[in-house]
């Protein structure tokens, strides 16, 4: 069972979106490499060194979620907790 659904069109090679968080914004468009899917975020359009990933990595990232979000608050605070 997939941990999320993605829209049908989140299938096709290179279908993006923007997403608002805050000042952040992401464009996160899907592609592929050698038969197999990857997802791309982009800081914008242009951006020269996006970061893309495969499934394997996505199931990491699901998993740690909180503790990247965690990571990212305390290295913004200037708090160390790792």
Do not use: T, W
Not at 14 to 23: C, L, R
Not at 29 to 40: C, Q
Not at 64 to 76: G, L, Q
């Amino acid at each position: 069972m997939p941990l999320y659904n993605l829209p049908q069109s989140a299938h096709l090679k290179n279908v993006g979106h923007m997403a608002v968080n805050g000042e952040n914004m992401v464009v996160v468009e899907f592609d592929e490499y050698k038969g197999n899917k990857l997802i791309v975020l982009k800081r914008d359009e242009n951006d020269k060194y996006p970061f893309k990933f495969g499934l394997g990595k996505a199931r990491l990232i699901v998993e740690a979620c909180e503790d990247i979000k965690k990571f990212v608050d305390e290295s913004e605070s200037g708090v160390e907790g790792l």
